[in-house]
């Protein structure tokens, strides 16, 4: 695994609290302690908003004075509310600010309507603030990296592409942006207090806020070659980007360490990191069934009925199965091990991490007394301190289960957050999770796909057309994603009653978790068909003629969720190790129908989940929805009621959309590192040849989010931005047919977002030649690696 970094970052304290020299914080505009320059900045009718102190502090984010220094998660002001379920709090389970989120700067008065693009500089530092030489690594370009708008008060700096992960990051505006009479903006007596050099602060909080503040006014004159100059900058900040796919990546690594003799799923997953004594050493292994003809296993399949469609549904696909005797089915399970709870806590606790945070070990260790006592524990659990100490991650599998103690008997780590330091989860239960495969009943595989289903769907919808793929010659294997169907917890606890159960907007992290859970059911499922078929388990079953797994690699497939959960798994699958046990986790190509990146701002682009979302959203909030939405909408659905409550008022929906906005940031900042969109990079650098398709104006996974009405243009998420950052060849009807390695299929709005898996039209079947055009795209690249993409049928947009 790679070194960890340990930088030292700064507490919310530092600038929210600060309690010395407080005289310096407050005073009139033209204090004689500042610059002329300052004074003069401060004289401007429209100035910064950033608050230091009291009750109306105001600091924006990102920033570096947000961030606790000892364990490297952001630490927001809550207002007392620490529980998970203030999307405040829970964004302080991340380990950095958002990749991709819009960065918004606010001022005490409306702004000009076209901001100038040089009014606003970011740049990528070598390291961060507090390291030894931080540095310009690369500064962003205005048109391709970020573009600018104001709203209202508010500056925003809307983000083009995704930030680099585990990054630095400085930004500064200056005076060249004016307000909405024309007058250059100033900054505020706060900032002034940290920018000014005429008294220097040498000891406490605000000595280290003001170096950093300094040292990244200096940083940005340095990358512009002091085309802004340190006068001009009315606001700068120093930030730190979270960690994309870590606990993907490192559980991953967990698993891969236990095929070396030294280690045992017990020896790993021990301790605090098993905190249930799950009998853990059975991890992957893999149990079948007996195998059946295609028609008999459907008509006894209970789970199609009570999670897919109707019993006519299922006589018609029998119907239709013509050539009895050519797919064999066969029911078994896998254990997969499940780091969620099940219990009452299901829904509000996150994972909880296996190890102690090496944030919180490197801060405490800073203290020689505390140094020698961690170092005596070390011994005593058979870790050698000379090599943790030039590579703790190294240490990991040894480090996992472990507690060190503080010399005053305190424990490290209590809180157990998941964070970069910390990145495997513990394990809470190691469940049989039932799969379902389809083979071709005569002659030998040529390969295998595992396929995940779409959200509130369950396995069983594969019965629609994993006949194609067997035709091909191809095994297809699919488990129900955690809370669906069979997973679910019990009849109500399940995202086949309630979208919530899985979508989980009440406690976010465990909504993070709960995806991330299902990134890694997928890759321990791929990793458990190799170690089977490596110990000859799959000998005497259907998979018996499937071709070594570890140089004929399995197929990936997912369809909505599926793709959404399949982008970030295959990438930390396929990203490697650099040791034998990556050829035991490698997806050899990926095929991503109807999904798309940037998760919380698809989901309130989406004409069906954007409604829904801030239907759910605004009845907790404070623009009276609640209330109306209690007398008016009995009966009708979430979208009339919100377009009634719109009606009644034109500043309802700038309210929704404002309360929405606040939750998004929320929600994108805490799924950020396990997003399609961000995990891409990945897999992209890994050169995984990659399939995508999607269906004009899709109700569910939009096409892109440029005008969306609960929720701001989002130039990252949806469909098309992932497939352009893919760099996908693109088919539509002036492109006709043809064949590639990596096509984007955009189809004609006569097919749904569900056509893909089956006919939805089913009275005048006018989507049947889209579905089988799309099925047929779909198994040509899967089981050769290049599609043959067809537009005889005028399917093509």
Not at 86 to 115: C, E, H, R, Y
Not at 182 to 210: H, P
Not at 631 to 645: K, R, Y
Request: glycine share 8%; charged share 15%.
């Amino acid at each position: 695994m790679k070194k960890l970094p340990l930088a030292l970052t700064i507490s919310a304290s530092l600038l929210i609290s600060a309690c010395g020299d407080e005289g310096e914080l407050v005073g009139t505009p033209t204090t004689p302690n500042y610059e002329p320059y300052i004074q003069q900045s401060l004289a401007q009718p429209t100035k910064l908003a950033f608050t230091l102190q009291g009750s109306n502090a105001d600091v924006p984010f990102p920033t570096f004075a947000l961030m606790n220094q000892t364990d490297g998660t952001l630490e927001l002001p809550t207002g007392g509310d620490d529980s998970l379920s203030n999307p405040i709090a829970a964004m302080g389970q991340m380990d950095g600010w958002s990749t991709t989120s819009p960065i918004s700067v606010k001022f005490g008065a409306p702004l000009t309507l076209s901001p100038d693009p040089s009014s606003v500089t970011i740049i990528k530092l070598t390291e961060g603030l507090t390291s030894a030489s931080p540095a310009p690594e690369s500064v962003l370009t205005y048109g391709t990296d970020f573009v600018l708008s104001t709203t209202g008060n508010s500056l925003v700096i809307a983000l083009l592409k995704a930030l680099e992960p585990s990054s630095e990051y400085i930004i500064a505006v200056n005076d060249k942006l004016l307000d909405i009479n024309g007058e250059a903006v100033g900054t505020s007596q706060g900032y002034a207090a940290l920018k000014s050099s005429s008294k220097t602060y040498t000891e406490g909080t605000l000595a280290s806020a003001q170096k950093v503040v300094q040292g990244t006014e200096q940083l940005i004159a340095a990358g512009t070659s002091n085309t802004v100059n340190t006068t001009n900058i009315v606001y700068s900040t120093w930030f730190s980007t979270q960690s994309v796919g870590q606990t993907l990546f490192a559980t991953k690594s967990m698993i891969a360490a236990t095929l070396l003799p030294e280690y045992s799923p017990s020896d790993i997953w021990k301790g605090v990191a098993n905190p249930n004594n799950v009998a853990i050493d059975s991890l992957g292994q893999m149990t079948f069934g007996v195998p059946e003809d295609y028609a008999q296993a459907l008509a006894s399949d209970s789970n199609f009925i009570s999670y897919i469609n109707t019993e006519d549904a299922r006589n018609k696909l029998i119907g239709v199965y013509a050539n009895a005797g050519t797919v064999t089915v066969t029911k078994g399970s896998v254990k997969l091990p499940y780091y969620l709870e099940t219990d009452a806590n299901w829904n509000s606790q996150p994972f909880e991490s296996g190890s102690p945070s090496l944030a919180v070990i490197n801060s405490i260790i800073s203290d020689d007394d505390e140094k020698a006592n961690f170092v005596a524990q070390l011994v005593a659990k058979g870790i050698d301190p000379s090599a943790f100490e030039s590579d703790p991650s190294s240490q990991l599998p040894k480090l996992m289960g472990t507690t060190f103690t503080k010399l005053d008997g305190s424990r490290y780590d209590e809180e157990r957050i998941i964070t970069r330091y910390a990145p495997v989860p513990a394990v809470k239960s190691l469940p049989d999770v039932n799969f379902l495969l389809f083979t071709p009943t005569l002659g030998s595989i040529s390969g295998l796909v595992i396929y995940q289903h779409g959200i509130t769907s369950a396995k069983e919808n594969a019965y629609a057309f994993a006949k194609n793929f067997t035709d091909a010659g191809l095994a297809l294997i699919a488990i129900d994603a955690p809370i669906h169907g069979e997973r679910s917890l019990d009849a109500q606890r399940s995202a086949n009653v309630s979208v919530l159960a899985y979508m989980n907007l009440s406690v976010l992290p465990v909504a993070r978790d709960n995806i991330r859970q299902s990134m890694l059911d997928l890759m321990t499922l791929r990793y458990a068909i190799s170690a089977n078929q490596a110990a000859g388990a799959l000998a005497s079953t259907p998979l018996a003629t499937l071709p070594n797994t570890t140089t004929t690699q399995p197929s990936f497939l997912g369809h909505s969720l599926g793709g959404v959960l399949g982008v970030p798994a295959v990438a930390q699958a396929n990203a490697k190790m650099g040791n034998t046990a990556d050829s035991m986790f490698g997806f050899s190509r990926a095929a991503f129908v109807n999904s798309g990146g940037q998760i919380a701002n698809l989901l309130f682009g989406s004409g069906f989940y954007g409604p829904y979302i801030t239907h759910n959203i605004a009845l907790q909030g404070s623009t009276g929805y609640g209330s109306y939405a209690s007398a008016n909408c009995s009966g009708i659905s979430e979208a009339q009621c919100l377009t009634d409550f719109e009606s009644t008022s034109s500043s309802n929906l700038p309210a929704l959309l404002a309360e929405n906005l606040q939750f998004i940031y929320a929600t994108q900042t805490v799924v950020d590192t396990a997003d399609p969109y961000t995990n891409a990079d990945t897999l992209i650098a890994e050169g995984t040849p990659v399939y995508m398709a999607q269906v004009k104006d899709d109700g569910t996974v939009p096409n892109n989010v440029l005008s969306a009405k609960y929720v701001t243009s989002s130039p990252m998420a949806g469909t098309e931005p992932l497939a352009t950052k893919f760099r996908l060849e693109v088919f539509d009807s002036s492109k006709g047919s043809g064949s590639s390695t990596s096509p984007f299929v955009r189809f004609r709005d006569i097919g749904k977002h569900s056509t893909f898996i089956s006919v939805q039209d089913t009275d005048n079947l006018s989507d049947l030649a889209y579905h089988a055009e799309m099925q047929s795209e779909v198994v040509s690249f899967l089981a050769t690696g290049s599609s043959a993409i067809s537009d005889a049928n005028s399917v093509l947009e």
